[in-house]
Nanobody
């Protein structure tokens, strides 16, 4: 399984970006998939995840501004980010897997920088 993330960049406060993550290889339909972000010197934290039960969970800090979606036909998931804030500046990683089964995969990370 391989994940290829893209779409990061530099944007001004209030702007929008869409991150993409192309997933190749076979994965279970019950696996979670989503996006985490990491600040310098900190651990990765959840931004948004589509759980195996079909529910999408967003971090409180991104609710109403970020939207997670997936295109099954193209095996790609997206994170549409709007009303971006300086605090959204981080490296964003896409994720697919099952923590319980210890079968997890990560994309290579894409930098998002929001300037004031």
């Amino acid at each position: 399984v391989q994940l290829q993330a893209s779409g990061g960049g530099l944007v001004q406060v209030g702007g929008s970006l869409r991150l993409s993550c192309a997933v190749s290889g076979r994965i279970s339909n019950n696996y979670a998939m989503g996006w985490y972000r990491q600040y310098p010197g900190k651990q990765r934290e959840l931004a948004a995840v589509l759980r195996g039960d079909g529910k999408i969970v967003y971090a409180d800090s991104v609710k109403g501004r970020f939207t997670l979606s997936k295109d099954n036909a193209n095996d790609t998931m997206y994170l549409q980010m709007s009303a971006l804030e300086v605090d959204d500046t981080a490296v964003y990683y896409c994720y697919v897997g099952s923590r319980v089964l210890r079968d997890e995969y990560w994309g290579q990370g894409t930098q998002v920088t929001v300037s004031s």
